[in-house]
T-cell receptor, first 113, second 116 residues
Framework: KQEVTQIPAALSVPEGENLVLNCSFT??????LQWFRQDPGKGLTSLLL?????REQTSGRLNASLDKSSGRSTLYIAASQPGDSATYLC????????????FGKGTKLTVNP | DAGVIQSPRHEVTEMGQEVTLRCKPI?????LFWYRQTMMRGLELLIY????????DSGMPEDRFSAKMPNASFSTLKIQPSEPRDSAVYFC??????????????FGEGSRLTVL
C-alpha cells in the first residue's frame, strides 16, 4: 500500500524567506503527483500537478520537483509571504496506479510578517 | 463554474441520528470522490465513482455508511446511525478522466460533522 510522508509537520519562517517542503512516497510507480494547499476550515486547492514524465512544474513563486526513482518530491516557495500561511499536502496514486489518491498529513506553514 | 458544491457546511447531530451529506461535482467531471479528514488519520478515501458507478468502496468504515450517485450532478453520503467517532470533515472532490493522463482533483469546501 502506498504511504506518503511529509516533513516537517510544521514550519515557521520570517517573511521573504525561500523554503522547501518535502514529500516522500513508498511506491514509485506513480503517474502523477499533486501538491495542494488547505486554509483553515476550507477545502483543498490544487497548486501543481506533475506528470510522471516531468521532473518539475512551476506556477508563479511555486516550483515542484519530482524524482520518481527516489520516491521524493519537493515544493519550493520563493520569497514567502504571510498569505502563504496554510497547510500544504502532497498526494500520489495508490499502489498499482490506482485512481485513488493517497495524501500525506501535510506541512503546516506559518510565514511571519 | 461554481466548483464542487457541498451541503450542509456544518452539521451537529446526536448519536443514532441519520446524517445525509450532499455533493454537486463540477459539470463534465466523470470521477467523484468522498474523503474524510480527521486530525488523527488525515485524509482518507471513503468511496469513488466513475460515470455514476461506484468503483471502490473499500474505504467505507462499516455498513452504517452508504453512498449513492443517482446522476452525474449529484451524490450523497449517508451515515445511519451516526456515532461520535464519525465526527470529521467530509470532502467531496471531482475530476475529469484524461486520455491516459489523470487530471487535477478539485475539492469542495467540506461538510463538518459533529456527532454528540
Amino acid at each position: 500500500k502506498q504511504e506518503v510522508t511529509q516533513i516537517p509537520a510544521a514550519l515557521s519562517v520570517p517573511e521573504g524567506e525561500n523554503l522547501v517542503l518535502n514529500c516522500s512516497f513508498t511506491d514509485s510507480a506513480i503517474y502523477n503527483l499533486q501538491w495542494f494547499r488547505q486554509d483553515p476550515g476550507k477545502g483543498l486547492t490544487s497548486l501543481l500537478l506533475i506528470q510522471s514524465s516531468q521532473r518539475e512544474q512551476t506556477s508563479g513563486r511555486l516550483n515542484a520537483s519530482l524524482d520518481k526513482s527516489s520516491g521524493r518530491s519537493t515544493l519550493y516557495i520563493a520569497a514567502s509571504q504571510p498569505g502563504d500561511s496554510a497547510t500544504y499536502l502532497c498526494a500520489v496514486p495508490d499502489q498499482g496506479g490506482s485512481e485513488k489518491l493517497v495524501f500525506g498529513k501535510g506541512t503546516k506553514l506559518t510565514v511571519n510578517p | 463554474d461554481a466548483g464542487v458544491i457541498q451541503s450542509p457546511r456544518h452539521e451537529v447531530t446526536e448519536m443514532g441520528q441519520e446524517v445525509t451529506l450532499r455533493c454537486k461535482p463540477i459539470s463534465g467531471h466523470d470521477y467523484l470522490f468522498w474523503y474524510r479528514q480527521t486530525m488523527m488519520r488525515g485524509l482518507e478515501l471513503l468511496i469513488y465513482f466513475n460515470n455514476n458507478v461506484p468503483i471502490d468502496d473499500s474505504g467505507m468504515p462499516e455498513d452504517r455508511f452508504s453512498a449513492k450517485m443517482p446522476n452525474a450532478s449529484f451524490s450523497t453520503l449517508k451515515i445511519q446511525p451516526s456515532e461520535p467517532r464519525d465526527s470529521a470533515v467530509y470532502f467531496c472532490a471531482s475530476r475529469t478522466s484524461g486520455t491516459g493522463v489523470t487530471g487535477e482533483l478539485f475539492f469542495g469546501e467540506g461538510s463538518r460533522l459533529t456527532v454528540l
